[in-house]
Each structure stands twice: as structure tokens, then as C-alpha cells.
């Protein structure tokens, strides 16, 4: 059982940057393909971004240039750098831990964009 606790959201005007952090429990987080979800007020969750155990990065085209993902093995943490924040960012961001047939989910972190 992995378990996972965000951290770094909050509010920030539109243009700022924030960056999420997520600590994993599990020693063996260096094999798990590691995500960002995101899940705005009444629409679906989404894949923000991800990375394979081997640095492997995928962004959604709606950050592609503006967030960063990476992961540091020896802290069992995952970032994301959010940087050139939009409204439309504003959403619950969920840290996801992901291999074969399972996947573990932290609680989640709110970020809001707003002036």
C-alpha cells in the first residue's frame, strides 16, 4: 500500500507559479509511473502530467510549456512546477502512483487562479 500526501497548492494570481509536492511511503516508489491529475469544479478528472520510473514525461497540451514534472527517487517525491498560471487551472490536483494493474491516490491539493 502506497500512500501519498500533496502538498504546495493555494491561491495565486493569474501569471504566478506554484509548485506541487508529493511524498510517497513506499520505498519502492522509484518502479511506479507517477501522475498529476487534476479535477476542476463539475468536469472530469484529468491527467495533467506523468513520468516513468525511467524520466519518461507526458504533459497534457493544455500545460505543454508551462508546468514541469520531475521526481526525486531518494526523497520518494514527485514535483510539479506550475509556472504561467491561468484561471482555468484552478482545480483540486491529485497525486497518483501507478503500476500494472494499480493505482494509489493521495487526497489532493486545491489550487485556485485568481485576481
Known amino acids: 500500500q502506497v500512500q501519498l500526501v500533496e502538498s504546495g497548492g493555494g491561491f495565486v494570481q493569474p501569471g504566478g507559479s506554484l509548485r506541487l509536492s508529493c511524498a510517497a511511503s513506499?520505498?519502492?516508489?522509484?518502479?511506479?509511473?507517477m501522475g498529476w491529475y487534476r479535477q476542476a469544479l463539475g468536469k472530469q478528472r484529468e491527467l495533467v502530467a506523468s513520468?516513468?520510473?525511467?524520466?519518461?514525461?507526458n504533459y497534457a497540451d493544455s500545460v505543454k510549456g508551462r508546468f514541469t514534472i520531475s521526481r526525486d527517487n531518494a526523497k520518494n517525491t514527485v514535483y510539479l512546477q506550475m509556472n504561467s498560471l491561468l484561471p482555468e487551472d484552478t482545480a483540486i490536483y491529485y497525486c497518483?502512483?501507478?503500476?500494472?494493474?494499480?493505482?494509489?491516490w493521495g487526497p489532493g491539493t486545491q489550487v485556485t487562479v485568481s485576481s
Open positions: 513520468i516513468t520510473m525511467l524520466g519518461s514525461t
Open positions: 497518483n502512483a501507478h503500476l500494472g494493474k494499480t493505482d494509489y
Open positions: 513506499e520505498t519502492t516508489f522509484r518502479i511506479y509511473t
